[in-house]
């Protein structure tokens, strides 16, 4: 079985868990295996003047898992993995900025309103705690919602 996966290379952005497959059915580590294979992509860069340890941006991507426009435990349990992975910026989920009429998710977060910020400091203490950096997609579902 593992034949077929001979030239498959599993790796980690935050470069700590990183395997390849050897001939022999063995497994082995390699530190800096990202670095030493993207050297560009993980060093440190700048989006105007915000400086960032990385290249590696991870897109806005709903979830769905909003409740009733509140951050819960899982989107924050998400971006805290993605940043204790390496990325470099986490831009967070699809906002809305106009509820009820902007929705576009069943489970959407929202931004409209002072009572929505404490669950998005928390997204932002947990990515800022692994040197990540955050930016936001704020949405409106547009005149026909």
């Known amino acids: 079985m593992f034949k077929d ?13 990183t395997c390849s497959y050897n ?15 993207f050297p560009i992509l993980t060093s440190p860069g700048k989006i105007g003047t915000l400086e960032l340890k990385n290249r590696i941006v991870l897109p806005p991507m709903g979830t769905d898992a909003g409740r009733d426009g509140f951050v819960t435990d899982a989107i924050v349990n998400r971006y805290a993995e993605n940043a204790k992975g390496g990325t470099g910026l986490i831009i967070t989920e699809v906002t809305c900025v106009d509820p009820p009429l902007g929705i576009n998710t069943a489970q959407y977060i929202a931004l409209s309103d002072d009572k929505y910020i404490p669950g998005f400091r928390r997204i932002t203490d947990v990515i800022h705690q692994y040197g990540s950096k955050r930016a936001i997609q704020l949405s409106h579902a547009g005149r026909g919602a």
């Open 5 to 17: 996966f001979a030239n498959l290379i599993h790796f980690r952005i935050d470069n700590i868990c």
């Open 23 to 37: 001939e022999g059915s063995t497994f082995t580590r390699k530190e800096n295996f990202m670095s030493d294979l």
